[in-house]
């Protein structure tokens, strides 16, 4: 029986990585501008696979865009396939709404190129979310095809790949990776040969008479412009193989239908190809500015903007443009940042500018909220769907006392009154005012000028706020053109501003996706401290104990740790080697571990009732590096560790902010956290879900199975839960092996910063061969300021409600009124699921929506009628009101009117 042989022809097309974006562009452009002469004259090289990602014609065609009607004939004419992707991302390090925008934006751009190709193609992905099944089944794909990740119980070239929700696509497994026919030979018999090595590899993976998928490509392959004649004389030299040029859905609609094994949820095996496990926790400033700026986009800016502008004012291209420069940063190279200086210069960067649109576009919302409501005073707004409570800090007119439940952080009197300056003096004055903002506190609210005989006079009304409209620049143009008419004249100014406070008090509760008057609510559970000094001892040495009812803190003066609720340990800095590479962590031949303090010292900054915060200041002395002869860590700096532990009113959580300056090259630092309870599982975020794990991870002696794990925004274990923000990277460690139960862990550790020097390596411990370039870099090496921030909780929490209240707080804005909006309100209604997206689509208000529950609910938008659709938008199902949404299940609901 003849053996047929699909030769796919592609480039795997890094957009930056150890070579800069403009770089690597120069050769893409190469590269098209002969793919395209090719193929237009030499019909028996029948396609070409342009990687799966729209991301590289837009590239070309900004360079070319004379040949965009070329690329647009061969694609239609289905010899070139294109997209799903707008970019090929990483899955675990970019939230699952970047996913879905990324799919939809290069489903969206295909348009123009007569549709993407049927098939979600991940080949270079460094593992896989649980998800993934589904989110392609919401956007019509029936077939994925995958390459790392995928585990040892997996023994055949396919599979049938569920989400948690049941959800299922076939997954065609590239054993040997996207470049199993990479640099075919140019001789007929030499390629019969080469086929004939391959099918004995991979002999235990295929069956006797399946077909063989030959992926012709690799990194930045160009094409083999004689691939079509050697296929031609290969077929002409035997008969037992028969070859042909053809596309992934073409070779896959044509594998044989029989049952497949099934595998469910996340692929994160390093059984048959490198995970690269350590990409979580290098350049964590990387993975800190994704976050904030996925925060500033998804639960700030479209929910706001969505929910309560206008239709004239909704800011639809700022958004495109920042989830543009999003979904760029989430290619594998780029968050991951296994890439050169230059290439994280340019991520953060982006990352930068997409935070910026998000935060300028919140602000503008929150001010439509402000100038909108019909009486004045300060007002709070809540971005999620959850009605809540929270903290917040505002700055108010004083006025008596400000009561046992406001915490009054500073407080400045008032300046009414009047003097008299010289023209000169008041011009230099104001001349230092830009704007109605004096500073963070004061804003000019109203300013006038007067003149008769006897002089200039101008009033100035200084509130808390800032208010539109206020004509200080028209007042300074006059007053300077009066003073030029009358330069020895004496200036009167009248000042009006009155005493003000700043203060921190609870609000009470706001409804979801609502606003409502600042209120503060009685404190049911102030927060207090004690300080206890050793005998005779100063201030600062004894231990300090913050409480509020609901837990308890103890903050340690000799190991600067501090205990929850009576479990002492928390907070341990552990600084180890660290002789890997961007893609993995690896320790040292000779290690020396710091995890003791040299000193310690406690300060009290606020002691409440609304919040307490505490500072502590550790000392350590932290290795230089590590030496390349001896493999060993040499050398020491001083280091001081400045953690901040604060405790709020009415909560059970503790928030902690450790801030250093890191002097040393070659080492990972860690938070050890203890854990309540000894536990054998963890449950982390991740995209749509939370992912239940073990204590090890699947490897094999060219990649070490390194169990560290990434999370979301946050990680459950034995009675802990842990919100972060951008700290992706976590493991179950102090495992004990003697308890009945079999081996449990006893601590979580946190990464907070991993330094290496070198892009890839080679010879390490956890991975002996490279995975990239053995570039030498300075970047993440991660020399000099860190700041990092987690929360804890050690009782019953919702880990999602946990992660809004740290990660999105309240809004505050300040209205004087006039408008028609109550005193409280909700612009949206949705309960019965977690809220992952609130935007515009077309004008139509679109809400998504998962539930990460083992069982089904039910979704209630009260008032709300629409259309559930797809992922391309296509309606599934009309609703009123309320939906079903299956265990595990992602939505997309469009709602009628509005």
């Not at 902010?657 to 040393?664: E, G, H, I, L």
Request: aromatic letters at 6%; charged letters at 25%.
């Amino acid at each position: 029986m003849t053996r047929r042989i699909a030769v796919v022809p592609h480039t795997h097309w890094d957009r930056e990585w150890y070579d800069p974006f403009q770089t690597f562009r120069l050769k893409l452009v190469r590269l098209v501008d002969d793919l395209l002469d090719q193929m237009e004259r030499d019909s028996s090289y029948r396609h070409f696979m342009l990687d799966g990602q729209l991301a590289v014609i837009d590239d070309y065609l900004e360079i070319r865009p004379e040949n965009e009607e070329r690329l647009r004939a061969l694609a239609s004419a289905g010899r070139l396939s294109v997209g799903p992707w707008y970019i090929l991302m990483d899955e675990f390090l970019v939230s699952g709404e970047t996913i879905v925008r990324n799919l939809q934006a290069g489903i969206q751009r295909g348009t123009a190129f007569g549709g993407v190709m049927e098939v979600g193609y991940l080949p270079d992905m460094f593992g896989h979310i649980a998800q993934m099944p589904q989110i392609l089944s919401e956007a019509g794909f029936e077939h994925t095809v995958v390459w790392r990740g995928v585990p040892s119980s997996v023994d055949r070239t396919a599979f049938r790949w569920e989400s948690p929700d049941g959800s299922a696509v076939r997954a065609e497994y590239l054993v040997a990776g996207y470049g199993n026919g990479a640099a075919l030979p140019n001789d007929a018999k030499a390629l019969v040969r080469r086929l004939h090595a391959l099918l004995e590899e991979f002999d235990q993976f295929i069956g006797p008479d399946d077909p063989l998928l030959l992926m012709n490509g690799t990194d930045h392959h160009r094409p083999q412009a004689w691939l079509g004649r050697v296929v031609a004389e290969a077929n002409q030299l035997q008969g037992e193989l028969e070859l042909a040029i053809t596309s992934l859905p073409d070779y896959l609609a044509h594998v044989p239908d029989q049952p497949l094994p099934t595998h469910s949820g996340e692929l994160r095996s390093g059984a048959r190809s490198n995970l690269l496990m350590g990409v979580g926790s290098n350049r964590v400033d990387v993975k800190q500015a994704a976050a904030r700026a996925e925060r500033s986009l998804e639960r700030m800016a479209e929910p706001l903007s969505a929910l309560f502008l206008p239709p004239h004012a909704r800011p639809d291209a700022f958004l495109d443009l920042a989830w543009t420069l999003m979904i760029r940063n989430s290619a594998h190279d780029s968050i991951c940042a296994c890439s050169t200086d230059d290439v994280v210069d340019a991520v953060l960067h982006r990352y930068a500018e997409a935070r910026h649109i998000g935060e300028g576009l919140a602000e503008e919302a929150l001010a439509a909220v402000a100038k909108s409501m019909g009486s004045s005073g300060p007002l709070a707004v809540n971005p999620t769907a959850r009605e809540r409570s929270g903290m917040v800090e505002l700055v108010v007119t004083a006025s008596g006392e400000a009561g046992p439940d406001v915490q009054v952080l500073s407080e400045r009197y008032g300046l009414p009154g009047s003097f008299t300056l010289d023209g000169e003096t008041v011009r230099n004055m104001l001349g230092l005012i830009q704007g109605a903002r004096i500073d963070a506190d004061s804003y000019v609210t109203d300013v006038s000028l007067a003149e008769d005989e006897d002089g200039i006079e101008i009033t100035v009304v200084i509130g808390t706020e800032p208010r539109d409209g206020v004509p200080v620049e028209e007042i300074k143009r006059e007053l300077y053109t009066r003073l030029t008419a009358r330069p020895d004249t004496q200036v009167r100014m009248v000042l009006d501003q009155p005493p003000v406070r700043r203060i921190l008090a609870r609000q009470h509760q706001v409804p979801g996706f609502g606003w409502a008057h600042f209120d503060p609510s009685p404190l049911e559970h102030p927060v207090s401290v004690l300080e206890a000094t050793t005998d005779g001892g100063p201030p600062g040495h004894g231990a300090v104990t913050a409480t509020n009812g609901l837990v308890t803190v103890v903050v340690d003066p000799v190991e600067g740790t501090f205990s929850l609720d009576g479990v002492p340990g928390y907070g341990r800095l552990v600084d180890s080697g660290d002789h890997g590479d961007t893609y993995n962590y690896s320790p040292p031949a000779v290690d020396s571990v710091v995890d003791r303090p040299d000193g310690v010292a406690i300060t009290i900054d606020e002691r409440g009732p609304v919040r307490v915060k505490i500072t502590i200041t550790s000392t350590f002395t932290w290795p230089d590096r590590i030496d390349e002869t001896t493999k060993a860590r040499v050398g020491g700096h001083p280091v001081e560790v400045v953690t901040s532990l604060e405790l709020r009113a009415d909560e059970p959580i503790v928030r902690v902010r450790s801030r250093f300056v890191n002097p040393s090259r070659d080492h990972r630092v860690r938070v050890e956290l203890p854990l309540p309870e000894p536990a054998t599982t963890s449950r982390a975020e991740c995209a749509f879900t939370v992912v239940e794990r073990g204590l090890t991870a699947e490897g094999r002696p060219d990649e070490f199975g390194t169990p560290t794990f990434p999370s979301r925004r946050f990680v459950s274990s034995g009675g802990l839960t842990v919100v972060h923000d951008g700290l992706l990277e976590y493991e179950l460690v102090d495992i004990d092996a003697t308890g009945s139960g079999g081996p449990a862990a006893r601590t979580l550790a946190l990464t907070l910063l991993r330094s290496t020097g070198m892009l890839s390596r080679l010879g390490m411990a956890t991975r002996p061969l490279p995975a990239g370039p053995m570039t030498p870099l300075e970047g993440p090496q991660m020399l000099g300021p860190i700041d990092v921030s987690y929360a804890l909780a050690v009782s019953e929490i919702d880990p999602f409600a946990m992660a809004d209240d740290v990660l999105v707080p309240l809004a505050t804005s300040a209205s004087f009124g006039g408008g028609d909006r109550p005193d409280r309100g909700s612009a949206l209604t949705v309960r019965g699921a977690e809220v992952s997206a609130v935007r515009r689509q077309a004008g139509q208000l679109e809400v998504r929506v998962f539930n990460p529950e083992p069982s089904a609910t039910q979704v209630e938008l009260p008032g709300r009628s629409g259309w559930l659709v797809d992922l391309r938008g296509r309606p599934i199902v009309p609703f009123e009101g309320t939906f079903e949404l299956r265990a595990q299940g992602i939505a997309t609901a469009r709602l009628d009117g509005d």
